[in-house]
């Protein structure tokens, strides 16, 4: 079992930036997993943003974040990040961190995922 806890969500203006965390917690381990952060809107399915393949170690990112958004590993391996830049009112949404053991094919594929954290709300507006 693996147990996730997100944080760093909150309100900011069009433009600004935020960078949001995912930890293993409990003693749960992210290593040899797919790691991915995907965000739902109100009304809206929710979408792979930016997912980390165990397969490839390659981050594959939606077209709509690609060149804002950046996804790392902390050095412990246990860690996750995504450094959100520039963000519009689009981005706003919750945001979730997932890990599973994942294909490479559907390494952005919400339904691979077995794990997840709890969300963190993200808010743009001016």
């Known amino acids: 079992q693996v147990q996730l806890v997100e944080s760093g969500g909150g309100l900011v203006q069009p433009g600004e930036s935020l960078t949001l965390s995912c930890a293993g917690s409990?003693?749960?381990?992210?290593?040899?997993?797919?790691v991915g952060w995907f965000r739902q809107a109100p009304g809206k399915e929710r979408e792979g943003v930016s997912c980390?393949?165990?397969?490839?170690?390659?981050?594959y990112s939606a077209n709509a974040v690609k060149g804002r958004f950046t996804m790392s590993r902390g050095n412990d391996k246990n860690t996750v990040y995504l450094q959100m830049d520039g963000l519009q009112p689009d981005d706003a949404a919750d945001y979730y961190c997932?890990?599973?053991?994942?294909?490479?094919?559907?390494?952005?594929?919400?339904?691979?995922?077995?794990?997840w954290g709890q969300g963190t709300q993200v808010t743009v507006s001016s």
């Open positions: 997932a890990a599973g053991v994942v294909i490479l094919s559907r390494t952005r594929d919400v339904s691979a995922y077995t794990y």
């Open positions: 409990g003693g749960s381990s992210l290593d040899g997993y797919a």
């Open positions: 980390l393949s165990s397969i490839d170690s390659v981050t």
